[in-house]
């Protein structure tokens, strides 16, 4: 299938739009979020540092330059935007597929330059259908048994035994530095430059392979609260 146009998919109050140039992917944008580029920025962990990225998006706040262009003028290279983008593309695809209760439309034709960047439909970006979903399926089996053992965004991981610096990845070191005892998964992720995905595959091997934390549940702090 060659077709182009726009997929738009949704669930409640949240919507992706995926465009499909000659059958492949070109790109995607959720409406609620900032740019495909902006949050690959974002998600890119030990890839831009967070002085980089502070200092990207005060230069695109105030002149108005594209990330992009930005990027240039740190000395990225165009396949390295490009790179940012694909990956942030199979992370937005990646969470159609814990979405429930979809809707879908199929459009025919070419995207509206007020919905989709031209800057970044210009990129060299198409990502085969076919071998997204192989990947996507891949880590959907993950992220099932991930899911049976951390149940609820609501629940608070707290740490229960020393650390030390030296034993931890740079995604490890990352979340725990966000790891107050206070804030839920759901708030914790409002902050992290991790994927969703990242974040939480991180945290269950932290708490069921490494034992560096453990959960207080929403029914734990209800308990906690009587007293």
């Known amino acids: 299938n060659h077709r182009s146009g726009i997929l738009n998919i949704q669930s409640g109050n949240q919507e992706k739009y995926i465009y499909f140039a000659n059958g492949n992917i070109k790109m995607v944008i959720s409406p609620h979020r900032p740019s495909i580029l902006a949050e690959g920025m974002k998600r890119a962990l030990g890839t831009i540092d967070d002085d980089t990225l502070a200092e990207a998006m ?12 930005i990027l ?42 007020d ?7 210009n990129l060299n970006i198409s990502l085969n259908p076919s071998m ?38 740079p995604e490890e070191y990352h979340l725990l530095g966000l790891t107050d005892g206070c804030k839920d998964f759901e708030e914790i992720f409002a ?34 609260a009587k007293w």
């Not at 005060?58 to 262009?69: D, M, Q």
């Not at 940012?84 to 429930?100: D, G, M, Y």
């Open 72 to 113: 240039i003028e740190f000395n990225a290279d165009q396949e390295f935007i490009e790179n940012l983008c694909k990956t942030q593309i199979k992370e937005e695809i990646f969470e159609l597929f814990i979405w429930s209760d979809t809707q879908f439309e199929f459009v025919e034709g070419n995207p509206s330059e």
């Open 58 to 69: 005060r230069r695109h706040g105030e002149t108005g330059k594209s990330l992009a262009e």
């Open 132 to 169: 997204v979903f192989l990947e996507i399926c891949n880590r959907f089996d993950e992220w099932k048994l991930i899911s049976e053992r951390l149940t609820s965004s609501k629940d608070i991981p707290y740490i229960s035994t020393d650390i030390y610096e030296t034993q931890l990845s």
């Open 115 to 121: 919905r989709f960047a031209r800057e970044l439909l």
């Open 191 to 224: 902050l992290c430059r991790l994927s969703h995905f990242q974040m939480m595959k991180t945290f269950d091997y932290m708490m069921s392979t490494k034992h560096y934390l453990e959960l207080r549940t929403a029914s734990q702090l209800k308990e906690m």
